[in-house]
């Protein structure tokens, strides 16, 4: 079974800086796709970035980029210059190519912004 | 039009009580899903349905009943329920093709009581 962890309860950035949150995987399968998802306190789930794995180039969307190492089966996400409203719960996200989009969520990380 | 509508936004029922929980997209998307998220974590797949026919219950009790009338409404029915089964109910949507992404509607905060 796949599994996706997400290491940081908790990350704190300052505003206009940059935070990076990690996410690794387990996978036996060479064809998916992973995403990065925002939850803000308005509960809805934003897809942030998505990254398909037979691609080698990083996925980049605005202030938001993503570190994709297929060997290390890692995929972190950078969030430059950051904003008020980027604090909320992030999660990452795995899906099999083959498995329509039945998606497993890593556990999340909260990020927090200091003016 | 790139969203997803669940009604109610919030419910309180008791453990007798039947209700229903509503989700509806008009983006043409072909397969829905509900996914169930406890409080500090993450969304867990309940059921997803394709071109109206459910393709995929993950061993959800019976007490949740899914139903896609349209392609374009899905319905979680609610019967005798127990107080653990409080949670935010989340509808998400997307094309039949493999390579699009989720689109997730605000969800259902409920309450059993």
């Known amino acids: 079974a796949q599994t996706v962890t997400q290491s940081q309860p908790e990350m704190s950035v300052q505003e206009a800086e940059t935070v990076t949150l990690s996410c690794t995987y387990d996978?036996?399968?060479?064809?998916?796709?992973l995403f990065w998802y925002k939850q803000p306190p308005s509960r809805q789930m934003i897809l942030v970035i998505r990254?398909?794995?037979?691609?080698?180039q990083n996925a980049t969307e605005n202030r938001f980029s993503v570190n994709f190492q297929k060997a290390a089966k890692s995929f972190s996400l950078k969030i430059s210059d950051s904003q008020l409203g980027d604090a909320a719960m992030y999660f990452c996200?795995?899906?099999?190519?083959?498995?329509?989009?039945?998606?497993?969520f890593g556990g999340g990380t909260r990020v927090l912004v200091k003016p | 039009d790139t969203e997803v509508t669940q009604t109610p936004k919030h419910l309180v029922m008791g453990m007798t009580n039947k209700k229903s929980l509503k989700c509806e997209q008009h983006?043409?998307?072909?397969?829905m899903y509900w996914y169930k998220q406890k409080a500090k974590k993450p969304p867990e797949l309940m059921f997803v349905?394709?071109?109206?026919?459910?393709?995929i219950n993950e061993s959800v009790p019976s007490r949740f009943s899914p139903e896609c009338p349209n392609s374009s409404l899905l319905n979680l029915h609610l019967h005798a329920l127990q107080p653990e089964d409080s949670a935010l109910y989340l509808c998400?949507?997307?094309?039949?093709?493999?390579?699009?992404?989720?689109?997730f509607g605000q969800g259902t905060r409920l309450t059993v009581v």
């Open positions: 996978t036996s399968e060479s064809d998916y796709y």
């Open positions: 998400a949507s997307s094309q039949r093709s493999l390579n699009t992404e989720a689109f």
């Open positions: 349905y394709s071109y109206e026919k459910l393709s």
């Open positions: 996200a795995y899906r099999r190519a083959a498995a329509g989009n039945k998606l497993t």
């Open positions: 990254q398909e794995a037979y691609k080698q």
């Open positions: 983006m043409g998307h072909r397969a």
